[in-house]
């Protein structure tokens, strides 16, 4: 008889009970406003680690901010889209040498469905796999390693060769991967890998309106097992309201119930364990894969 699956928890030396949270904030990077917001969500809040987006114009100052703060875990945020038209993206690789991720001014696709599918129906991996180093080497000058890599609006990477590039490039650099969705999360925990147990939240998903009361309810029921939530801290600025116009309520919001003594106090009476992804990372550096390579250069 085939034996279940144990939780992510358990591999991780967690008792099967435990109730464990990894709280990453996404977006480092975006903005200044974003920036101030994460930081401040990680080191007076209850944010646990970070992803940082090395080809947006905020990217210097968070990686300065990151140099003089050892104690905050950041992943790298692997950027292919642009949130809107207003957003400058664009690659960090040579443009002549990623031409199939690019728009005709060359530039990152848009994040708009229609951009999104022309993007995964035209990238060639080997130009994907060029520009997501790119953006991995941008974040040297931190000082420090990163923790993990995930994708920015793309969920698993958006299609399976771009997943299976991001794993092996994982393994090569000694990291973790974000994994959520089947059948790529069932794949990787039958290989030993620690991955998320429960739905993945992303908190663009939640209500703005009364955002303290959702949060709680979600922490309440929150089950045994590994969960981890997307979050997206910023400071309300006017130039944040300006280059986001919509998004920035979230962001608020975000901010605002991370760093309240509510958070912490309920994570607190709950008994969560929040974890960040040094932990996640171990494991997966400590978990002997047969395909562990290196993606072809």
């Known amino acids: 008889m085939r034996q ?3 939780l992510a928890t358990e591999l991780l030396g967690f008792p099967p009970d435990a109730r464990v949270l990894l709280l990453n904030a996404d977006d480092l990077g975006m903005h200044e406003a974003v920036n101030a917001g994460i930081l401040d969500a990680v080191e007076n809040g209850v944010v646990s680690s970070c992803s940082l987006m090395t080809p947006c114009p905020g990217a210097p100052d968070a990686i300065r901010l990151l140099r003089d703060r050892l104690a905050v875990p950041f992943g790298i945020h692997l950027t292919l889209v642009r949130d809107t038209e207003r957003a400058p993206w664009g690659p960090l690789a040579d443009p002549a040498l990623v031409p199939s991720l690019l728009d005709p001014d060359g530039r990152f696709l848009t994040n708009s469905p229609g951009d999104r599918a ?3 129906g035209q990238a060639r991996v080997d130009e994907v796999e060029r520009e997501f180093r790119a953006q991995i080497d941008a974040a040297k000058d931190v ?3 990163p923790t993990h890599l995930d994708f920015h ?3 698993d990477g958006g299609r399976d060769d771009i997943l299976d590039l991001t794993v092996a490039l994982a393994a090569e650099y000694g990291l973790a991967v974000r994994i959520w969705l089947e059948p790529a999360r069932r794949r990787l925990r039958e290989r030993g890998l620690p991955v998320v147990d429960h739905l993945f939240l992303d908190s663009f998903a939640l209500p703005t309106e009364d ?4 949060y709680a ?3 309440r029921a929150l089950p045994p097992g590994l969960s981890e939530w997307a979050v997206h801290p910023a400071l309300d600025t006017p130039q944040w309201r300006a280059a986001e116009p919509e998004g920035w309520r979230v962001r608020d919001a975000d901010h ?3 760093t309240s003594p509510e958070a912490r106090d309920l994570i607190r009476r709950e008994g969560i364990t929040v974890i960040d992804y040094r932990v996640i990372q171990r494991a997966w550096r400590d978990t002997p ?5 290196s993606a072809s250069r």
């Open 4 to 6: 279940p699956t144990p």
């Open 118 to 120: 022309r993007l995964l």
């Open 143 to 145: 000082g420090r390693s």
């Open 153 to 155: 609006c793309l969920a």
């Open 211 to 214: 955002k303290h009361a959702h």
């Open 217 to 219: 309810a979600l922490l």
């Open 256 to 258: 605002a119930f991370l």
């Open 289 to 293: 894969r047969p395909d562990r390579r």
